[in-house]
């Protein structure tokens, strides 16, 4: 993989950071992720557990629906993730899971161009860089509603 730009670390640094707020009681599992918008700005998530399982939420989601609040969906223009075991045990890249690649892939149809998503490690220089196209191949997404152009 080609080497980070400084925006990129910088992004990757954020997901990073993102992690010391997950509230993750029941996996021990924590997710930070964070956006860079159109200019420059940063939003992270972190993931938030809940005792109904069904109603955690991903630290992507978090993150993109912060971006919404703040009517900037379509401004976002890259992601970056990272996760591991909460007792630092994981040295490994996580990608998205499946829903968070569908909110994803709903966030760049607004954004009308490709998002780059930034895969990394929690610590250490392991990162790796995915187009949605790659992650979630045939995406339904509201061109399959008759919804945009």
Do not use: W
């Amino acid at each position: 993989m080609s080497a980070l730009s400084t925006e990129e670390q910088a992004l990757v640094a954020a997901a990073r950071g993102a992690l010391a707020h997950a509230h993750a009681p029941y996996s021990r599992f924590a997710v930070g992720a964070a956006l860079r918008l159109t200019d420059g700005k940063i939003l992270t998530g972190s993931n938030f557990e809940n005792a109904s399982y069904g109603l955690s939420l991903c630290a992507e989601t978090v993150a993109i629906a912060s971006a919404n609040a703040q009517g900037r969906l379509r401004d976002i223009a890259a992601i970056a993730v990272t996760g591991g075991p909460m007792d630092g045990g994981g040295d490994a890249v996580i990608t998205p899971c499946g829903r968070c690649r569908q909110i994803i892939k709903e966030a760049q149809d607004m954004a009308g161009r490709p998002l780059a998503i930034l895969c990394a490690a929690p610590s250490g220089d392991a990162v790796r860089r995915f187009d949605l196209d790659y992650l979630l191949p045939d995406a339904f997404g509201p061109a399959n509603l008759g919804i945009g152009g």
